[in-house]
C-alpha cells in the first residue's frame, strides 16, 4: 500500500502500511521524529570529542614513531663513528643557518639529519600533526634535506645541533660522545637557573616544534602553538621517546 500523509491537530504523522492481521496502521508523527533527531544529536555530541581525543593520540603515537626512528638513526650511527655523534656544520651551513630575531632564537632546524644519518636509518622525519596545523610550513619549523636525489622533509627541531660556529659551544653536541656531551652540557648551565641532567637520559635530542605562549619574543600568531595540545614528544639521548606536558602550550 502507498504511503499515506494526513494532517491532525498536533501536527501531521506519516502513515505506513496496515499491519498484518489488524485494521490499523503504523505511524511515526513529526514530534516522535524530532525526538529521534534530537537523541541523534545528543549521541554525537557526546562521542565526537572522544573521536578527536582518539584521533590526536593516533597522530602522537606515530609521532613517538618517527622519534624512535631517528634514535635508532643516531644509535646506529655512533655504533659505527666510535660513539662520536654527527659533525656536520656544513650541511647546516648549505641548507640555510637562520637564527630568527624572534623564536626560535637559533635555528635548530633538523634538515641536516637527511644527508648525516642516510646510511644510518634515517633521519628526522616530518610529524603527521603539523600537515593539520595552519602554522604547520612555517619556516621557523620545515627543512628540506636531500639523498640520493630525493627530497625529504622534516618538522623537528635539535637544540643541541642548532649552531654552525667554528669553535663547538658547551651546549651543542657535535662530534661529541654522549657522554663528554652531557659534561659539556652540565658545564654550560653551572650558572643558570636550569637544573643539570643527571644522565643522558635526562638530555634531550629532538623534540616537536613548539611556541611557548610565555615568551615575549614569540609572534602572536605563533604563542602556544605546538603540534601536539598541551604539550610535546621529545627524543632523549639514551633513545628513549616519550610525550611531556608544557603548561605554555595550548
Known sequence: MATERQRS??????????????????????????????????????????????????????????????????????????????????????????????????DPRAGWTVEALARSGGGAGLCPSLARQPWGSVPQVIQEGTVEGRIQRTGYWLWRFDHSDAVVALDNFWNKTPDSALEDLRASLLNSATPPPDGISGVEMAVDAYFPGTIPAVSEALKGRAAHRAGRNRLMLDGSAAWFRDNRLH
Open 9 to 106: 491537530r498536533c501536527g501531521f504523522w506519516i502513515r505506513g502500511p496496515a499491519s498484518v492481521g489488524s485494521g490499523e496502521s503504523e505511524a511515526f508523527t513529526l514530534i516522535e521524529l524530532l525526538v529521534v533527531v534530537a537523541v541523534i544529536a545528543v549521541l554525537a555530541a557526546l562521542l565526537l570529542p572522544g573521536l578527536a581525543s582518539a584521533r590526536a593520540k593516533s597522530a602522537r603515537v606515530a609521532c613517538l614513531s618517527q622519534l624512535h626512528q631517528l634514535g635508532l638513526g643516531f644509535a646506529l650511527y655512533l655504533g659505527d663513528q666510535q660513539d662520536h655523534l654527527p659533525d656536520r656544520r656544513d650541511l647546516k651551513v648549505s641548507l640555510g643557518y637562520r637564527p630568527w630575531t624572534d623564536w626560535p632564537p637559533s
